[in-house]
Each structure stands twice: as C-alpha cells, then as structure tokens.
C-alpha cells in the first residue's frame, strides 16, 4: 500500500530524493513519516510531517534532511542533503491514520552513502 522510491548510492555530501505514494486504499491519511534501520542497529524516526505540514526531524538530521507531503496525492517526500556515512540504511515511509498512528510501512529502500 505504500510504494517507496529514490534509494541509492552517493558519496558524502550528495544528495538523495526519497518519495512514497499510497495507494487509495488507505484513507484519512494523518502523519506521514520516514524512519531508518542501519546494520545492528534499531529503526529510528528521521522526520514526520503532521496532515497540515508540521515537520518533526531527529537531532541528527536537522539542516541536512527536508520533509513535505503533497495531500492530493498522497506523496511524502524527503529530500537529504550534505550525506554523511552515518546516514547509510534501510529507510522505510511511515503513514498513520487518526485512530492508528504509524500504522502503515512501506517496503524500504536502501540507501548507501561513501566517505
């Protein structure tokens, strides 16, 4: 139900382009976010966006990583700048619905950063 894209390798300092579209199965569409799971480690949050726009980002991405949502389209993108090797994971779309936050996880898309 959620199909994410944009994944892929760069070196530090690029920049990646991630977007997840839902399909119009799921409705009343609340949140949206995108979280990220590197080797050994837990998934964590990246950044979340609020249905009117609110953006939420870890401390550790905040002036590097841009959340927005498009909501005619049902689009959560997250665009990431100045990369660093630490960013380097699996990183999965998130969306939730009022009566069931984080509800919905899209499949993941990997993506690499070089030093």
């Known amino acids: 139900q959620l199909q994410a894209c944009g994944g892929g390798s760069v070196q530090a300092g690029g920049s990646l382009r991630l977007s997840c579209a839902t399909s119009?199965?799921?409705?009343?569409?609340?949140?949206m976010g995108w979280f990220r799971q590197a080797p050994g480690k837990q998934r964590e949050l990246v950044a979340e966006?609020?249905?009117?726009?609110?953006?939420n980002y870890a401390d550790s991405v905040k002036g590097r990583f841009t959340i927005s949502r498009d909501n005619a389209k049902n689009t959560v993108y997250l665009q990431m700048n100045s990369l660093k090797p630490e960013d380097t994971a699996v990183y999965y779309c998130n969306v939730g619905v009022p009566w069931a936050p984080r509800v919905y996880w899209g499949q993941g898309t990997q993506v690499t950063v070089s030093s």
């Open positions: 966006i609020s249905r009117s726009g609110s953006p």
């Open positions: 119009g199965r799921i409705s009343s569409i609340n949140d």
